[in-house]
């Protein structure tokens, strides 16, 4: 089994930036892509970035693509999300999920795409 644990959220204004980090534990060869996914009230669970093992392959939802970068350090066991010049509908609940098999990252857009999944850190960003 793998577990992860997200941190790093809270309230930020409009334009500000945080960055979420993601600690996997157990299994971490089951972690062969990281993804962030974020869910608002009221609205389905979405995609936001996905990254590879070796960090070299990232793949982005359009609505945060040159404003988020996700990054890992293996060593570390550790994913983050860097997210700069945030917007009020960037708002949500922020989860980390880990998949464990190794394909096309651009095909783990969904969140039945992903094996492990943490808790969750909210995100508020303010006009």
């Known amino acids: 089994q793998v577990q992860l644990v997200e941190s790093g959220g809270g309230l930020v204004q409009a334009g500000g930036s945080l960055r979420l980090s993601c600690v996997a534990s157990g299994r971490t060869f089951n972690t062969n892509i990281m993804g962030w996914f974020r869910q608002a009230p009221g609205k389905e669970r979405e995609f936001v970035a996905a990254?590879?093992?070796?960090?070299?392959?990232?793949y982005y939802a359009v609505s945060v693509k040159g404003r988020f970068t996700i990054s890992r350090d293996n060593a570390k066991n550790t994913v983050y999300l860097q997210m700069n010049s945030l917007k009020p509908e960037d708002t949500a609940v922020y989860y980390c999920?880990?998949?464990?098999?190794?394909?096309?990252?651009?095909?783990?857009?969904?969140?039945?795409?992903?094996?492990?999944w943490g808790q969750g850190t909210q995100v508020t960003v303010s006009s």
């Open positions: 990254i590879s093992w070796g960090g070299s392959s990232t």
């Open positions: 999920a880990a998949r464990s098999r190794f394909s096309s990252i651009s095909l783990y857009v969904g969140v039945y795409d992903y094996d492990y």
